[in-house]
């Protein structure tokens, strides 16, 4: 039987994962009193020691269930860092913007989260990419401090998405795009990531990585969108629209660092893809469970699950905290049972991707639990 074949045999069937909210950063500033915590989680898929549950932040909090990290190498980490802040120089950023790229650890993210890889020009790859998309939704997305401006932001992901996937030449119509890619350092750092990605990458797989970078470009502007209008969306449209905003993206590299490349037809399989998915989800959940105490220090907060969870459920940032944590914890599971099932699919590439996803959401625990993007300032 072919690997489509196999494919299309084991994985027929399906499987298993109110009104607009008030304004939000008026709501949270007088949270009602603490409710019962939610009761722990249920029954756990089968016993897997690559699993286990880590706590996280000050504790406080029930721990996240959630893949164990594979390595741990500082120093090739710190490599990476350094060779990323000198690109970032070259790409435009100014001294401090590099010295901050190079101390968010990027190059120890990537390193944390593609265990099979232990070459730093190949690391480069994820590292350049993940460190354009930040400053991408910094710069122009989230941080109002750093200059975003919500209702400036679908112009210029249009230009980001040219960037990345140039656009054929329209004579004098082009001049002027021309220009504007060269002279915006977010652009730049986009045009150039994507060029190295190129020369390590088939066309399929940088196509692949365009194009989940685009769909993460429309959540972007769904949340521009309602934080413009001050109409913050309820936890359920925004989680639908956090499903293509995740780490998803960034685990669309995993096969390139690898050396190898999973083809289209099984890459895209629903159930592959659905498996990938929860993957990125759950790992960029806790990406929102991490950025609480920055988020509402913006004077427009952006948008975040236990935020959101928070203003639906009328209840404080604890419990929302909780509820998050278990729906994290809810998703890592149907990600491992869907591992389990895919186990049994014959393609040496399909197992390492399945893998690749696993080590990707314990190295992203990893960096989130150590980086100084998310410590929380001590109190004056």
């Known amino acids: 039987m072919t690997e489509q074949g196999a494919l299309a045999t084991l994985l027929a069937g399906p499987s298993g994962l109110g009104t607009s909210a008030?304004?939000?950063?008026?709501?949270?500033?007088?949270?009602?009193?603490?409710?019962?915590?939610?009761?722990?989680?249920?029954?756990?898929?089968?016993?897997?020691?690559?699993?286990?549950?880590?706590?996280?932040g000050d504790g406080s909090a029930p721990p996240l269930y959630c893949?164990?990290?594979?390595?741990?190498?500082d120093?090739?980490?710190?490599?990476?860092?350094?060779?990323?802040?000198?690109?970032?120089?070259?790409?435009?950023?100014?001294?401090?913007?590099?010295?901050?790229?190079?101390?968010?650890?990027?190059?120890?993210?990537?390193?944390?989260?593609h265990p099979d890889c232990e070459d730093p020009e190949r690391l480069l790859i994820s590292a350049k990419l993940n460190a354009s998309w930040?400053?991408?939704?910094?710069?122009?997305?989230?941080?109002?401090?750093?200059?975003?401006?919500?209702?400036?932001?679908?112009?210029?992901?249009?230009?980001?998405?040219?960037?990345?996937?140039?656009?054929?030449?329209?004579?004098?119509?082009?001049?002027?795009?021309?220009?504007?890619?060269?002279?915006?350092?977010?652009?730049?750092?986009?045009?150039?990531?994507?060029?190295?990605?190129?020369?390590?990458?088939?066309?399929a797989q940088v196509q692949r990585v365009c194009y989940s970078t685009f769909a993460m470009f429309v959540s972007w502007t769904a949340y521009a969108a309602w934080r413009h209008s001050g109409k913050y969306p309820p936890a359920w449209e925004y989680l639908a629209a956090r499903q293509h905003d995740s780490f998803y993206t960034s685990m669309t590299l995993i096969d390139v660092l690898g050396g190898y490349e999973l083809t289209a037809n099984v890459y895209y399989d629903p159930r592959v893809r659905e498996a990938a998915i929860q993957a990125g989800t759950a790992a960029v959940l806790v990406n929102d469970l991490h950025s609480v105490a920055k988020d509402l220090e913006d004077e427009s907060p952006p948008c975040n699950a236990v935020l959101?969870?928070?203003?639906?459920?009328?209840?404080?940032?604890?419990?929302a905290t909780a509820i998050t944590v278990e729906?994290?914890?809810?998703?890592?599971?149907d990600f491992q049972r869907a591992h389990e099932q895919l186990s049994a699919v014959p393609s040496v590439?399909?197992?390492?991707f399945l893998r690749g996803l696993r080590a990707w959401m314990g190295g992203g625990f990893e960096w989130h639990s150590t980086s100084p993007r998310y410590k929380t300032k001590p109190a004056d």
């Not at 893949?67 to 190498?73: A, G, S, V």
């Not at 590439?349 to 390492?352: A, D, G, I, K, W």
Request: net charge negative; charged share 25%; aromatic share 6%.
């Open 75 to 113: 120093p090739l980490g710190e490599e990476v860092d350094r060779r990323l802040a000198l690109w970032a120089g070259e790409c435009g950023f100014d001294e401090e913007e590099c010295e901050q790229i190079g101390t968010a650890g990027f190059g120890r993210l990537v390193t944390l989260a």
């Open 349 to 352: 590439e399909l197992q390492r």
């Open 22 to 56: 008030a304004r939000l950063a008026a709501r949270l500033a007088n949270p009602p009193a603490a409710t019962e915590i939610p009761s722990p989680p249920g029954p756990e898929p089968a016993l897997d020691p690559a699993y286990a549950f880590r706590p996280w």
């Open 308 to 319: 959101l969870i928070a203003d639906d459920r009328q209840c404080s940032i604890e419990e």
């Open 67 to 73: 893949p164990l990290t594979e390595r741990i190498n």
């Open 327 to 333: 729906l994290h914890n809810d998703v890592v599971r």
């Open 134 to 203: 930040w400053a991408a939704d910094d710069l122009y997305a989230d941080d109002t401090s750093l200059g975003a401006v919500p209702a400036e932001l679908p112009p210029k992901l249009a230009l980001a998405m040219a960037a990345m996937d140039p656009v054929p030449s329209l004579g004098e119509f082009s001049r002027d795009l021309d220009e504007t890619l060269r002279g915006d350092r977010v652009l730049i750092a986009l045009n150039s990531s994507t060029d190295y990605l190129r020369a390590s990458g088939t066309a």
